[in-house]
């Protein structure tokens, strides 16, 4: 299947500093990414729908100016956590589908990124 | 909001034995539902996934029964092993959409 990357794997960062995550597709260009967030034995809760060339579409309660969001290209989405809090420290969790012509409706997700806020 | 929940939240087996996770969606606008696996640590895997026009779908070992009527999915998972052991969510999606509605999931954990 599809690969996803993210980088980083772990950040710590001090309260109030911003945190950029990289969300990769590797071997398909991805028009649309998404954003999850998870907190320790909860679910995923989708943040926002990342779309290529345009604004980012996010979910009821989650603050667009605090999580920014670029997808520049078809291959690469960030996330930036901006003003972070330790209430801001969680699981963060990027997916991706190849929405090309005879793709599968298979979402590919990225193996995470740990947050932790200090 | 339309919400995907499960009805049991851990899941004891025994190795060998088969597991049966539950799951129950909302939105009867969903027509595509996933199950993935979930290591501690790592990012969801998918497993196998079902399309609404579908009622059962098996994979290796694995093998999803979607009810569209009581709004009702789950996972059969054959011969259970401590490999096994992880978090299951199912996740319902339209199509077009794209983005997942994940359930609360299941701790599924096999003693050997």
């Known amino acids: 299947g599809a690969v996803v990357s993210q980088h980083p794997s772990r950040v710590i960062c001090k309260s109030g500093t911003s945190v950029k995550i990289e969300c990769r597709s590797l071997?398909?260009?991805?028009?649309?990414m998404f954003w999850y967030r998870q907190f320790p034995k909860q679910s995923l809760m989708l943040m926002a729908t990342?779309?290529?060339?345009?604004?980012?579409?996010?979910e009821q309660g989650v603050e667009k100016d605090k999580f920014l969001i670029n997808h520049a290209s078809l291959t690469l989405s960030t996330l930036t956590v901006t003003s972070a809090h330790p209430e801001d420290s969680s699981f963060y969790i990027c997916?991706?589908?190849?929405?090309?012509?005879?793709?599968?409706?298979?979402?590919?997700f990225g193996p995470g990124t740990r947050l932790t806020v200090t | 909001g339309e919400s995907v929940g499960l009805h049991l939240p851990t899941l004891s087996v025994q190795e060998g034995d088969n597991s049966i996770i539950n799951c129950a969606y909302s939105?009867?606008?969903?027509?595509?539902f996933i199950w993935y696996k979930q290591e501690s640590g790592k990012g969801p895997q998918f497993i196998i996934d079902?399309?609404?026009?579908?009622d059962k779908r098996q994979g290796q070992r694995v093998t999803v029964l979607l009810n569209k009527t009581v709004k009702h999915l789950s996972l059969q998972i054959a011969a259970t092993q401590p490999g096994d052991s992880a978090v299951y969510f199912c996740?319902?999606?339209?199509?077009?959409?794209?983005?997942?509605?994940f359930g609360d999931g299941t701790t599924l954990t096999v003693k050997p």
């Open positions: 997916s991706a589908r190849d929405f090309s012509a005879g793709a599968s409706y298979e979402q590919y």
């Open positions: 071997d398909f260009q991805a028009t649309t």
């Open positions: 990342s779309n290529e060339g345009s604004k980012a579409t996010y």
């Open positions: 939105n009867s606008a969903s027509d595509y």
């Open positions: 079902i399309r609404s026009n579908m």
């Open positions: 996740a319902e999606n339209i199509r077009r959409a794209g983005k997942s509605t």
